[in-house]
């Protein structure tokens, strides 16, 4: 269901002048579980890249599942593998599963971020109870309500955190 829902996501950002994505799936980037590699191997090379492009990002949307009332290991080794690329940036949430649509995920995530000295925006979108079956071949929500006016929210509050923490760091720069 990821990449759907992430791509249902990046199909309403994709509408906005305001908003440049760069998707990364976490099944693309397999970090080491040993981070103290050789300089040089493919595994220093992908976390060193990872690490640029999360750097240059002014803000983050996550999109997470919920599993046994939290989110994926892999997106925890994630938040924990880099510290300054998250400093003074927002993070804003798109998440899915069972009856809660992934918001006890999105919960401890907003805890986690904020160790990483990063700022996450209220509003989130949330597909609740969602199944491959709700979403058309091309991407479309197919049942239910299409959670369109919360994306549109979560993007407006994105773009205003943005662009204030990025004069704020440019103005001073981050101290963690």
Avoid at 68 to 94: C, I
Avoid at 101 to 113: I, N, P, T, W, Y
Wanted: no cysteine; glycine share 10%; net charge negative.
């Amino acid at each position: 269901m990821g990449p759907t829902v992430a791509g249902w996501f990046a199909d309403r950002a994709g509408d906005r002048d305001d908003v440049h994505l760069d998707v990364l799936d976490l099944a693309e980037f397999p970090l080491p579980a040993d981070l103290a590699v050789a300089p040089g191997t493919p595994s220093e090379r992908l976390v060193r890249a990872l690490g640029e492009r999360l750097a240059a990002a002014d803000g983050f949307v996550v999109v997470t599942p919920e599993y046994n009332h939290s989110y994926p290991a892999a997106l925890k080794h994630l938040v924990d593998t880099y510290r300054e690329q998250w400093f003074a940036k927002p993070v804003g949430f798109v998440s899915y599963g069972g009856m809660s649509g992934g918001l006890r995920a999105v919960e401890h995530l907003r805890a986690v971020f904020a160790e990483q000295h990063a700022v996450t925006v209220r509003d989130v979108v949330s597909f609740h109870g969602a199944g491959a079956a709700d979403f058309a071949a091309d991407g479309r929500v197919m049942t239910g309500a299409a959670p369109a006016a919360a994306a549109t929210t979560l993007l407006d509050r994105m773009g205003w955190w943005g662009r204030a923490l990025r004069h704020a760091r440019a103005a001073e720069p981050f101290q963690g």
